[in-house]
């Protein structure tokens, strides 16, 4: 059974920087893309980052040159470094192995505007 379990959200000010963490289980890690998704209030479930088994990413027009997408293979975790953080960036984070069902629990992100 596929695990996959977020840490490191937070409440940051306007500017600041988090990195989150997602760590998994019950699954090939090396093998399989990994992403990031968000859902802000009353709003849908968004891509914000995705890795390759590579290591090649991709982001949403929204996040390029603040967020970096990366993974420890050794530790079958993928990271999330956030940095110049928006309030529009306040959204419950989503860990996915990518293009399936396989999703984390969430870990909140709030920047007050």
């Known amino acids: 059974q596929v695990q996959l379990v977020e840490s490191g959200g937070g409440l940051v000010q306007a500017g600041g920087s988090l990195r989150l963490s997602c760590t998994s289980s019950g699954m090939v890690f090396t093998i399989y893309e990994m992403a990031w998704y968000r859902q802000a209030p009353e709003k849908q479930r968004e891509l914000v980052a995705m890795i390759t088994s590579g290591g090649a990413t991709n982001y949403a027009d929204s996040v390029k040159g603040r967020f970096t997408i990366s993974r420890d293979n050794a530790k079958s975790t993928v990271y999330l470094q956030m940095n110049s953080l928006k309030p529009e960036d306040t959204a419950v984070y989503y860990c996915?192995?990518?293009?399936?069902?396989?999703w984390g629990q969430g870990t909140q992100v709030t920047v007050p505007s």
């Open positions: 996915n192995r990518y293009r399936t069902n396989d």
